[in-house]
Nanobody, 136 residues
């Protein structure tokens, strides 16, 4: 398992932007799918983005599509989550997670793209989280 460390959280006004980083301190991200998740007390953890092991394919739920962008730099062992147009409902603790996999999502996934990509990967390495707070 990888050791992951998130950073970049903070307090931002509605409509603002933040970029989160996730560094793999114990090894490379090559060969790993990376996911970003968030959790609010009393609610279930929800995924907000996934990038495939090669970095060629990404997936987002409708709640963040068009506003969030995930990327990764295997040479720097770092993944990123660029968040634009932030809303108060984006507030939460954001976690990055990694899943070792040789597989890439298929273009045949169609309209269920987000759900099927999420189901592909077993995220078993997690960071400690970074707080994001979006004020009105």
């Amino acid at each position: 398992q990888l050791q992951l460390v998130e950073s970049g959280g903070g307090l931002v006004e509605s409509g603002g932007s933040l970029r989160l980083s996730c560094v793999a301190s114990s090894g490379t991200l090559d060969g790993y799918a990376i996911g970003w998740f968030r959790q609010v007390p009393g609610k279930r953890r929800e995924g907000v983005s996934i990038i495939s092991p090669s970095g060629a394919k990404t997936a987002y739920p409708d709640s963040v599509k068009g506003r969030f962008s995930i990327s990764k730099d295997n040479k720097k062992n770092t993944a990123y989550l660029q968040m634009n147009g932030l809303k108060p409902e984006d507030t939460g603790v954001y976690y990055c997670a990694a899943a070792a996999s040789p597989f890439e999502p298929s273009d045949d996934f169609g309209s269920n793209w987000w759900r099927r990509v999420m189901d592909m990967y077993d995220f078993d390495s997690w960071g400690q989280g970074t707080q994001v707070t979006v004020s009105l």
